[in-house]
């Protein structure tokens, strides 16, 4: 875990917090690592954990199926972001979605309930911690509610402008790179993937974007 010890400082949990008390709240969290390859699920729907996940290395996405096996997915984290956090802080809340290695992934796992009680040899981080892991819960929020302005509008075209004019806000530049191929893509913005590949060769036609794989520039920013 050493090697990772960086990374895991500049996550957002641990925001403001000395590097040199990082291992020993490592330790004082129960912090476990764990290899995923891709595909394999990291939490189903109905399992339960008191435990929220770290991504070190590749990523990880959630997933929703419908009754017929249809996929939508909600969100994707890369190495330094954090996932699971609401289900760790309410055990007996079950997943309702399938957390899923989207590549080969390394993942820590930290319990929530050591951060949320007062912890025995009254580290004087746990503060700092709870007040970080209720940031990143209410940045959590904030995504699913972008996803829906997203996904709620009517066309594919303005879907694909809602999504990709974000993710140029986030980035703080007209050219960006997204986590998602193209059928994920689809899967996030819940639209047919033909529909969406040709709806974008259209955008890059008439001149207001462009794109290989998924690194994406804004051209004509009127558009959006």
Same mark, same amino acid.
């Given at each position: 875990?050493?090697?990772?010890?960086?990374?895991?400082?500049?996550?957002?949990?641990?925001?403001?917090?000395?590097?040199?008390?990082?291992?020993?709240?490592?330790? =004082?969290?129960?912090?476990?690592?764990?290899?995923? &390859?891709?595909?394999?699920?990291?939490?189903?729907?109905?399992?339960?954990?008191?435990?929220?996940?770290?991504?070190?290395?590749?990523?990880?996405?959630?997933?929703?199926?419908?009754?017929?096996?249809?996929?939508?997915?909600?969100?994707?984290?890369? &190495?330094?972001?954090?996932?699971?956090?609401?289900?760790? =802080?309410?055990?007996?809340?079950?997943?309702?979605?399938?957390?899923?290695?989207?590549?080969?992934?390394?993942?820590?796992?930290?319990?929530?309930?050591?951060?949320?009680?007062? =912890?025995?040899?009254? =580290?004087?981080?746990?503060?700092?911690?709870?007040?970080?892991?209720?940031?990143?819960?209410?940045?959590?929020?904030?995504?699913?509610? #972008?996803?829906?302005?997203?996904?709620?509008?009517?066309?594919? #075209?303005?879907?694909?402008?809602?999504?990709?004019?974000?993710?140029?806000? #986030?980035?703080?530049?007209?050219?960006?790179?997204? &986590?998602?191929?193209?059928?994920?893509?689809?899967?996030?913005?819940?639209?047919?993937?033909?529909?969406?590949?040709?709806?974008?060769?259209?955008?890059?036609?008439?001149?207001?974007?462009?794109?290989?794989?998924?690194?994406?520039?804004?051209?004509?920013?009127?558009?959006?």
């Amino acid at each position: 875990m050493d090697r990772y010890l960086p990374l895991i400082g500049r996550s957002a949990l641990f925001h403001d917090i000395d590097a040199a008390d990082l291992e020993a709240m490592l330790h =004082c969290l129960g912090a476990r690592q764990r290899s995923y &390859p891709k595909g394999a699920a990291v939490f189903r729907v109905g399992d339960r954990t008191t435990a929220m996940g770290v991504v070190l290395e590749g990523s990880v996405r959630l997933e929703k199926e419908d009754y017929w096996g249809n996929r939508s997915i909600l969100a994707s984290f890369g &190495p330094g972001q954090s996932f699971a956090e609401v289900y760790a =802080c309410e055990p007996d809340l079950a997943f309702d979605i399938n957390v899923v290695a989207a590549e080969d992934a390394v993942v820590l796992f930290l319990d929530v309930g050591r951060i949320t009680s007062l =912890c025995p040899s009254s =580290c004087t981080f746990h503060a700092r911690l709870i007040r970080n892991l209720l940031g990143i819960i209410a940045k959590r929020t904030h995504a699913l509610t #972008r996803k829906i302005e997203h996904t709620a509008k009517r066309t594919t #075209r303005a879907k694909l402008l809602s999504y990709l004019s974000d993710q140029a806000e #986030r980035a703080g530049s007209s050219r960006f790179a997204i &986590p998602f191929d193209r059928q994920e893509l689809a899967d996030y913005l819940s639209v047919d993937r033909s529909a969406m590949s040709a709806e974008l060769s259209r955008m890059k036609k008439d001149g207001i974007i462009d794109y290989n794989k998924n690194h994406f520039e804004i051209v004509r920013r009127s558009a959006l």
